[in-house]
């Protein structure tokens, strides 16, 4: 069981190129999320999706995208990268039936943006 | 607004004393807690939940927390460190029954020293 997966583990951008972060989950969850974590901050949600074809803004999402065409995948874009996204990005995801509310989270994406 | 502090940057505890990481809490409703774990380069890992019933909840790893409403506080707890303890802690609500959005603290880095 691979649980929540993103790819690439590391990575390094110039100023204005773009690219996708990839976020996978095998556990048939409903809920998908895009955090951020930044020294001192905790962990900033960017965008979050309830189920496939339904996502929504979070509190940071300003320069990211969001799709969810299927309940395994939720990859984050970033369009024109800034410097002030050099973070560690995480995904997470958790299912809405029962009592559960437990996100699970992939093991996270750093990102450099030069 | 709800809203999640954690009081404390570090807290560093000797081997075998008592640990206490506090958090507190402001939102509307009845709180769903959480305790997350962050271990160097990985993603979070769920430690603990209080959603209803004692208020006092045991989780993994021989932590415990201890709900108290009338103060809006969720301290995590262990009667006794282990150096292995030390990482990242994270106290976070869930702030929608219909999204599970969880808005989390800023963190508080445990150091448990032999």
């Known amino acids: 069981n691979a649980g929540v997966t993103q790819t690439p583990e590391f990575q390094v951008l110039k100023t204005g190129q773009s690219m996708t972060l990839q976020c996978a989950q095998d556990?048939?969850?409903?809920?998908m999320s895009w955090y951020r974590q930044d020294p001192g901050m905790g962990l900033r949600l960017i965008h979050y999706s309830v189920g496939a074809g339904i996502t929504d803004q979070g509190e940071v999402p300003n320069g990211y995208n969001v799709s969810r065409s299927t309940t395994e995948d939720f990859p984050l874009r970033l369009l024109s990268a800034a410097p002030s996204q050099t973070s560690v990005y995480f995904c997470?995801?958790?299912?809405?039936?029962?009592?559960?509310?437990?996100?699970?989270f992939g093991a996270g994406t750093r990102l450099s943006v030069l | 607004a709800q809203s999640v502090a954690q009081p404390e940057d570090q807290v560093n505890v000797a081997e075998g004393n008592p640990l206490t990481v506090k958090c507190t809490y402001s939102?509307?409703?009845?709180?769903?807690l959480f305790w997350y774990v962050q271990y160097p380069n990985r993603g979070l890992q769920f430690l603990l939940k209080y959603i209803t019933g004692d208020n006092l909840v045991k989780g993994s790893y021989g932590f415990e927390a201890e709900f108290n409403k009338s103060q809006t506080s969720f301290h995590l707890k262990k009667p006794s460190a282990l150096v292995s303890d030390s990482a990242l802690y994270f106290c976070a609500v869930r702030v929608s029954s219909n999204t599970g959005k969880l808005i989390f603290g800023q963190g508080t880095t445990l150091q448990v020293k032999p």
């Open positions: 556990m048939n969850h409903e809920y």
């Open positions: 997470a995801s958790s299912s809405r039936y029962g009592l559960s509310d437990i996100q699970y």
């Open positions: 939102v509307s409703g009845n709180p769903y």
